[in-house]
């Protein structure tokens, strides 16, 4: 018995020669791969850091050579004669001489007043009756009363003129006024502005605190004192960004005033007249930068407002369940019918009268008007063009806003070019689209420039979009990115991966419904846009937006309305087949979210 239990303790306890040779090498090519592994990990990660830090300087490089060089040379050029000789604030006591200039600057803070003291209330109106009614079918009526925000800002001047132009149908309902003045730039204005307000009050409005109605009615109050006392102050900071957004927005417009304002000057009008008119540059830079105050303002003090925000809700709140009562949503209802009423009537009105034959005298039906290439204005060369524009602008526009997005914000948050890029991110919204044109010429139209050889050409008039519309993307996706936790980004540092593996596997996957909105949105503004572009086309690359304005100038209204209801379906076409994706997307997250069940 004690044989066996010596060779057991032999062959298991006293290693031979050869086992221990066999372990050490065993060892240390185990130890070989493992440094093999880490040296190739840190390879990784330096790399994809240094790309990473590539990528953050090229989307700060393109925001200071696309937006703040341009915004810079209309000061420089409203500095300078006609030589390029430094001549100071001349050009602005000349400009501010003009009687001209403070009745154009008179009428367009007037209208402006007008146009928001009737969107503001109706806005809220509609708000209040989307968010806090028991109305059926609300999501539709939402998206009816969002549907101006398809059209470019020609399309309701164009159907004012059908409806009470000199031949139009309810002319008579204006009795002796005209729809060729402040009339029909208010109307017209009310209608391109309205969608804007609705969406943010809507926004505003769906976010509230049960527990505060609660205590209100424990204590007596009324549903109006309800209202005055918790719901208004609850959306001031929204009431204010409606103001200012539709003060901005009608002073720095002159797509309506230039189709139905008459005789009626306004800033944007004149800025136009100096540049494409007159080729008076620095008076149209001095003008530029009057057009670029009142959006400085309400910049400054949207962003004041911003830094001192009050929370809705809180951990501890409770959702505000809506009941039905029929006096308040039959009331809302009605209003709500007017208002849709009145997009319709315009929405309408433009998409018929580009299938009228001759209005109001043959009203059969024709496709005639949609022979572009028979009248001036630019053909379907122009439509074409308005397709490039917009798909090259929602591409390259969703890729820069995504890349300046997650790096600045998840990768290098620290970094001093990521806190620069998040500063430069809100000008866009400071800066008019008219104005942002008038700084392409004065910066890109010069032979010494660089860049020169792009003026005139589809890059420049993508990149001037972008830019335009930079920031309304940037902040939807910087939302979506705050919502994802830090631990994905923990979890994979500490299984090795790069940035780019998750940000591939893990963030884009994630953030695809808000990256499709962005894209939405970038489309959709690159086909209704015209003041960002109106100074940069050339006959090559002239746009349908553009060709809108042409077509009216040249006395071919019907064309005109076509062009634009062509803009409106191809808006809504992309907008469809977007929702259907963002659908489908929804569908696949909430199943990916579903835990799983355990079988029997």
């Known amino acids: 018995m004690s044989a066996p239990r010596t060779t057991l303790q032999t062959a298991g306890a006293v290693p031979t020669s050869s086992t221990s040779t066999?372990?050490?090498?065993?060892t240390a090519t185990s130890t070989a791969a493992s440094t093999s592994a880490l040296l190739r990990s840190i390879s990784t990660h330096a790399w994809s850091d240094?790309?990473?830090?590539?990528?953050?300087?090229?989307?700060?490089?393109?925001?200071?050579?696309?937006?703040?060089?341009?915004?810079?040379?209309?000061?420089?050029?409203?500095?300078?004669?006609?030589?390029?000789?430094?001549?100071?604030?001349?050009?602005?006591?000349?400009?501010?001489?003009?009687?001209?200039i403070w009745q154009a600057a008179a009428s367009s803070l007037q209208l402006a007043l007008i146009t928001l003291a009737i969107v503001l209330p109706v806005a809220l109106l509609a708000a209040f009756a989307l968010m806090r009614s028991a109305l059926?079918?609300?999501?539709?009526?939402?998206?009816?009363?969002?549907?101006?925000?398809?059209?470019?800002?020609l399309m309701p001047a164009i159907s004012l003129v059908y409806l009470f132009g000199n031949q139009g149908l309810l002319k008579s309902w204006l009795g002796s006024h005209s729809i060729y003045g402040p009339i029909g730039i208010v109307i017209g204005e009310v209608f391109y502005t309205l969608p804007h307000a609705i969406l943010i009050l809507s926004t505003a409005l769906s976010v509230a605190d049960a527990r505060l109605y609660?205590?209100?009615?424990?204590?007596?109050?009324s549903r109006m004192r309800q209202f005055f006392s918790i719901t208004l102050p609850g959306i001031r900071f929204a009431l204010l960004s409606v103001a200012l957004?539709?003060?901005?927005?009608?002073?720095?417009?002159?797509?309506?005033?230039k189709v139905i304002g008459g005789q009626t000057q306004t800033l944007a009008l004149e800025a136009y007249k100096q540049v494409i008119g007159q080729q008076n540059f620095s008076q149209g830079a001095v003008i530029g930068l009057l057009l670029l105050t009142p959006a400085l303002l309400s910049f400054a003090l949207e962003r004041y407002t911003a830094s001192r925000p009050e929370a809705g809700l809180s951990a501890c709140?409770?959702?505000?369940?809506?009941?039905?009562?029929?006096?308040?949503?039959?009331?809302?209802?009605?209003?709500?019918?007017?208002?849709?009423?009145?997009?319709?009537?315009?929405f309408g009105t433009g998409i018929y009268a580009a299938l009228i034959r001759l209005w109001p005298y043959q009203m059969e039906l024709t496709l005639s008007h949609f022979n572009f290439d028979a009248v001036d204005g630019g053909g379907w060369s122009a439509f074409i063009n308005s397709l490039q524009l917009a798909l090259l602008t929602a591409l390259g526009g969703t890729v820069l806003v995504t890349v300046s997005s997650y790096l600045s914000l998840k990768k290098f948050s620290q970094h001093w070019l990521s806190r620069c890029l998040q500063q430069l991110a809100w000008w866009p919204m400071a800066i008019p689209g008219m104005v942002l044109g008038l700084g392409y010429i004065f910066c890109f139209n010069q032979p010494a420039h660089p860049l020169h050889f792009l003026y005139g050409g589809m890059s420049l008039m993508v990149m001037a979009t972008i830019m335009h519309f930079y920031t309304t993307a940037y902040l939807t996706l910087n939302t979506q990115l705050r919502k994802l936790d830090k631990e994905f980004e923990a979890a994979g540092q500490s299984m090795g991966r790069s940035w780019l593996t998750l940000f591939w596997r893990i963030t884009l996957p994630l953030c695809l419904p808000a990256l499709i909105d962005v894209f939405r949105y970038f489309f959709v503004s690159a086909m209704t846009t015209v003041s960002c572009v109106i100074f940069l086309y050339s006959p090559d690359t002239v746009l349908a937006s553009v060709s809108v304005l042409n077509m009216d100038d040249a006395g071919d209204t019907a064309a005109a309305a076509a062009m634009a209801t062509l803009i409106v379906a191809t808006s809504l076409f992309i907008n469809l087949i977007l929702q259907l994706l963002t659908g489908l997307l929804e569908s696949r997250h909430r199943r990916w979210q579903q835990p799983l069940t355990k079988e029997s």
């Open 317 to 346: 709140s409770l959702t505000l369940q809506i009941r039905r009562n029929v006096w308040r949503d039959t009331l809302l209802g009605l209003l709500c019918g007017l208002m849709l009423l009145f997009v319709l009537a315009l």
């Open 245 to 257: 957004l539709v003060l901005t927005m009608v002073v720095t417009d002159f797509g309506v005033p």
């Open 22 to 26: 066999s372990t050490s090498a065993s």
């Open 214 to 221: 609660e205590a209100a009615q424990s204590l007596g109050a």
């Open 136 to 153: 059926p079918l609300r999501r539709q009526l939402r998206g009816l009363l969002l549907l101006p925000m398809l059209c470019p800002s």
């Open 50 to 100: 240094a790309f990473g830090k590539l990528l953050l300087i090229v989307a700060a490089a393109l925001l200071l050579l696309f937006l703040v060089w341009p915004v810079l040379s209309i000061l420089q050029k409203a500095l300078q004669n006609q030589a390029g000789e430094w001549i100071g604030l001349q050009h602005f006591f000349a400009v501010f001489s003009e009687a001209r």
